[in-house]
């Protein structure tokens, strides 16, 4: 039995949170072992290269919080509108799946190796053997490593948790492009089915940057089209198109988002706090997003980007969006700008007709990107009432 599958097994016992958390510490450090003296030589530079970059992440992310009045993490905030007290997003009910360590339980645990000393060699070989119509959460706890495979969890398929070993350590990637698969299949991970989560895991389109002079260059690292789906830690990697943020309601929490144009697209409801934007874009192109809310409706509709508490870094001058429907709708609240954002800010798609009725604007937010002197008239500044359904998981109809 291999180490992570014994790590599950415990979880059953009835132990305190501080001693899970010792076991949970002892077999890490016995993993780690464990992978050094094993044939991963390769992988783990990867995945040490991912680490290193990231530690800064986690060091800025923690420094532009203090900035912002919102308090840590699981307190409640107080904003000005109403005197009304806005609970932290990151709620009791989502945290507790994790803290908890609740997809353990008495839920089933599918342990990925590449080493063989799991119950697969392959994420989707452990996807294939979940029942249709399943009901239960599963876990498929992906050990350390650089997974090149194309991944889809069909919709018959719900309640899927893909558990990574660390954001830095377990990479899933893949090379298709939409030139050969259509945008919709290029990602390297597709999951089309409800209630899916996934923490601690790298999802990467290794297809490289595009050629400015050809088409059907779409290389997206993920797209989730199923609903209610719930992303916490974990990394995006790629350049045009990374994350399909494609149809329904989602969650990201703590999220690293990386590209070069548009590389966050799609016409779900998405809430991202505290996620970072990193633009890799060159020669003063490219566009963080591009949303896609193609039919009228409240402001809370069934499309639209929220972005809270985000940090965004990188190179060009990219556009904060794109409207890539004709009622686009993206905000961002208390986030650092830090990129050198196109003055203008946003993008009608060249149809002045989506500039009368996209809505788009920030609010709050700091750093030399988000400056609003010269941005588009039809780009919003908003008041505390206006962006107070943007601010908490009632956007997303949450917590689920």
């Known amino acids: 039995m291999s180490p992570v599958k014994k790590m599950a097994d415990l979880r059953g016992f009835n132990i305190s949170p501080m001693q899970w958390l010792c076991v949970q510490l002892l077999f890490f450090v016995v993993g780690i072992k464990l992978m050094v003296q094993g044939s991963e030589a390769g992988a783990r530079g990867s ?156 999802f990467k389109n290794s297809a490289g940057p595009p050629v400015p002079t050809r088409v059907n260059m779409q290389a997206a690292a993920f797209r989730i089209s199923g609903d209610m789906a719930f992303l916490y830690g974990c990394n995006f990697f790629g350049y045009q198109d990374t994350l399909y943020d494609h149809e329904g309601r989602h969650y990201y929490y703590r999220c690293l988002i990386e590209g070069s144009e548009d590389f966050i697209f799609g016409v779900a409801r998405s809430l991202f706090e505290r996620c970072w934007l990193h633009s890799i874009a060159e020669d003063g192109r490219g566009a963080l997003v591009a949303q896609g809310k193609y039919y009228p409706g409240s402001i809370m509709g069934t499309s639209g980007y929220s972005f809270v508490s985000c940090i965004i870094t990188g190179t060009g001058r990219p556009w904060l969006g794109r409207a890539w429907g004709q009622y686009s709708t993206v905000v961002y609240s208390f986030c650092e700008m830090d990129a050198d954002i196109i003055p203008e800010g946003w993008y009608d798609w060249g149809l002045p007709e989506r500039a009368r009725t996209a809505y788009v604007g920030q609010y709050r937010c700091t750093g030399r990107g988000a400056n609003t002197t010269g941005r588009v008239p039809w780009a919003r500044e908003l008041t505390d009432g206006e962006a107070q359904p943007f601010l908490s998981i009632q956007f997303i109809d949450g917590p689920w």
């Open 47 to 202: 995945v040490d290269a991912l680490e290193t970059f990231h530690h800064g992440y986690d060091q800025k992310l923690e420094v532009s919080s203090a900035r912002h009045p919102r308090g840590g993490w699981g307190v409640r905030r107080r904003f000005v509108q109403g005197g009304a007290d806005i609970e932290e997003s990151y709620s009791r009910t989502w945290r507790s799946v994790f803290r908890d360590g609740a997809e353990f339980g008495d839920n089933t645990v599918m342990v990925v190796s590449l080493d063989g000393t799991g119950d697969y060699r392959s994420v989707q070989s452990a996807v294939d053997q979940v029942p249709d119509g399943n009901t239960r959460r599963v876990t498929v706890y992906i050990t350390s490593g650089v997974y090149e495979e194309k991944v889809i969890i069909p919709i018959t398929k719900p309640f899927i948790t893909l558990q990574g070993e660390g954001r830095n350590r377990t990479v899933i990637t893949w090379n298709d492009t939409a030139d050969a698969a259509g945008t919709l299949m290029s990602a390297s991970v597709v999951v089309k089915a409800d209630h899916f989560i996934a923490r601690d895991i790298s």
